[in-house]
Antibody
Framework: QVQLVQSGAEVKKPGASVKVSCKASGYTFTSYGISWVRQAPGQGLEWMGWISAYNGNTNYAQKLQGRVTMTTDTSTSTAYMELRSLRSDDTAVYYC????????????WGQGTLVTVSS | DIQMTQSPSSLSASVGDRVTITCQASQDISNYLNWYQQKPGKAPKLLIYDASNLETGVPSRFSGSGSGTDFTFTISSLQPEDIATYYCQQYDNLPLVYTFGQGTKLEIK
């Protein structure tokens, strides 16, 4: 069965970086992409960006350009999302989700990773 | 950027009621519209994709319709387990960009 398992909760200070992992299993990793979505406490869903596991192509939300980097390691079927220069309003639950290779629905999601930014 | 306007932001209904949520795009998005259900503390779950296609395993009381700029999500007969927040999501393929609606919190009356 398809599973996306994310790394554990993180606490970071303002200005630091965080790197969240998303390990995929149960399907051919390179046949799909991975999107990242975050949700601040009590708020809605915000799309952060997408990476193709096939060729590493990425597209990031304009708001996060320059602060976010998404990568994949096809040898371990793992996707990563790194966010730099953290601010308090980056405090959120971060989700990875599987996306068909050429876009479309998010059919499987990770369990979420809480990132808390606090001095 | 395409904006999505989802309404209402909250909704209270009784078990057995028909519930409707709408999503309006700021420009034509064809049928590139998905619907998700999110329960507290859980990841979102895909219910409807490409405006009207029911995801495998999702009960048939959930449905979606629309194309272009106006979309509707319907629960034909509300069940207690349907209490959740619902989100629409549009996508554009070139380049691949997604936008979520603001969400609709559904409660039992």
């Amino acid at each position: 069965q398809v599973q996306l398992v994310q790394s554990g909760a993180e606490v970071k200070k303002p200005g630091a970086s965080v790197k969240v992992s998303c390990k995929a299993s149960g399907y051919t990793f390179t046949s799909y992409g991975i999107s990242w979505v975050r949700q601040a406490p009590g708020q809605g869903l915000e799309w952060m960006g997408w990476i193709s596991a096939y060729n590493g192509n990425t597209n990031y939300a304009q708001k996060l350009q320059g602060r976010v980097t998404m990568t994949t390691d096809t040898s371990t079927s793992t996707a990563y999302m790194e966010l730099r220069s953290l601010r308090s309003d980056d405090t959120a639950v971060y989700y990875c989700a599987r996306v068909p290779r050429f876009g479309g629905r998010f059919d499987y999601w990770g369990q979420g990773t809480l990132v808390t930014v606090s001095s | 950027d395409i904006q999505m306007t989802q309404s209402p932001s909250s909704l209270s209904a009784s078990v057995g009621d028909r519930v409707t949520i709408t999503c309006q795009a700021s420009q034509d998005i064809s049928n590139y519209l998905n619907w998700y259900q999110q329960k507290p503390g859980k990841a979102p779950k895909l219910l409807i994709y490409d405006a009207s296609n029911l995801e495998t395993g999702v009960p048939s009381r959930f449905s979606g319709s629309g194309s272009g700029t106006d979309f509707t999500f319907t629960i034909s007969s509300l069940q207690p387990e349907d209490i959740a927040t619902y989100y629409c999501q549009q996508y554009d393929n070139l380049p691949l960009v997604y936008t979520f609606g603001q969400g609709t919190k559904l409660e039992i009356k």
